[in-house]
């Protein structure tokens, strides 16, 4: 499930941003869906080279 504008302007905004252009929302939903994917694509590397199918929280712990 890909982060929408909607829930970057959420984070944006509860962290101290008073207003959000809709271009810096898809920015950052961009560069968080492209870090979210980095991370589970070397988590599920990382649960493959252990054997396994299942990726665990080392997994992506190690991964991140």
Not at 14 to 43: C, P, Q
């Amino acid at each position: 499930m890909p982060i929408t504008k909607q829930s970057a302007k959420k984070i944006l905004r509860e962290t101290g941003a008073k207003r959000v252009s809709d271009s810096a929302a898809m920015e950052f939903a961009d560069i968080l869906n492209k870090y979210a994917y980095s991370i589970a694509n070397k988590a599920a590397k990382l649960a493959s080279h252990a054997k396994r199918t299942t990726v665990k929280k080392e997994d992506v712990e190690l991964a991140s």
